[in-house]
């Protein structure tokens, strides 16, 4: 695999093919992982729920300010 053809292999990744790249004397897949970002949030910040939910409030409420605005 080369850099020029990198595109190609995510793409088969992404429709499901199994991909393989050997790298010394590792084999290492490339597969599509469904991530939502409550997961993100909670695994690399260790965020709680309650900060989640809190966070996606604050997200809404300022989204509806600058959609109103005409900013967004």
Not at 33 to 45: I, M, P
Request: proline share 1%; hydrophobic share 40%.
């Amino acid at each position: 695999m080369n850099k020029k053809n990198l595109g190609r292999w995510l793409a088969a990744a992404s429709s499901g093919e199994d991909i393989g790249i050997i790298c010394g004397a590792d084999i290492i897949g490339l597969r599509r992982v469904e991530v939502e970002s409550t997961d993100y949030a909670r695994c690399q910040y260790g965020a709680a729920p309650e900060q989640v939910a809190a966070l996606e409030q604050a997200t809404d409420r300022r989204f509806g300010r600058l959609k109103r605005s005409g900013e967004l």
